[in-house]
């Protein structure tokens, strides 16, 4: 993976979440582009993400769209899956998340997630 590709993308409606999100990760020295929408999700994907932190309820599609617009036009990215309802067990199992986090949820989990993340497929962030 180039070095271009190496950050993390959120894509999380709820603007209060998304900032402690990105935040945290900042604070840990990841680099962080954020999406509120379908739309803006996959505006940023003019570069592979290393990682993608991604809600399932979006205001103009769902996660699901996100994971498989991605997948259809880059490739399989590894994929947070984050929601406030339960996910669907089928879509679960084609996403084949690294975890999911329900909410409310605690940073320090995501934020274990996403170093183990680093450790399996090397360092990635600033």
């Given at each position: ?12 409606d ?25 739309r803006?999700?996959?505006?940023q994907?003019?570069?592979?993400p290393?990682?993608?932190i ?9 996660g699901?769209d ?33 975890a ?12 274990d997630?996403?170093e183990?993340?680093?450790?399996l ?6």
């Open positions: 993976m180039s070095n271009q590709a190496k950050f993390i993308l959120v894509v999380e709820d603007v209060v979440l998304r900032a402690v999100i990105v935040r945290a990760l900042t604070a840990d020295g990841y680099l962080v582009l954020i999406a509120g929408s379908f803006e999700a996959t505006d994907l003019a570069v592979t290393a990682l993608m991604l809600d399932i309820n979006l205001p103009d599609a769902t699901w996100v994971a498989a617009w991605l997948e259809k036009h880059i490739g399989r990215v590894p994929v947070i899956l984050m929601s406030g309802g339960t996910p669907e067990i089928k879509r679960l199992a084609r996403l084949h998340p690294l999911f986090l329900p909410k409310p949820f605690s940073i320090d989990d995501l934020l997630i996403v183990a993340q680093v450790a497929g090397g360092e990635f962030g600033a």
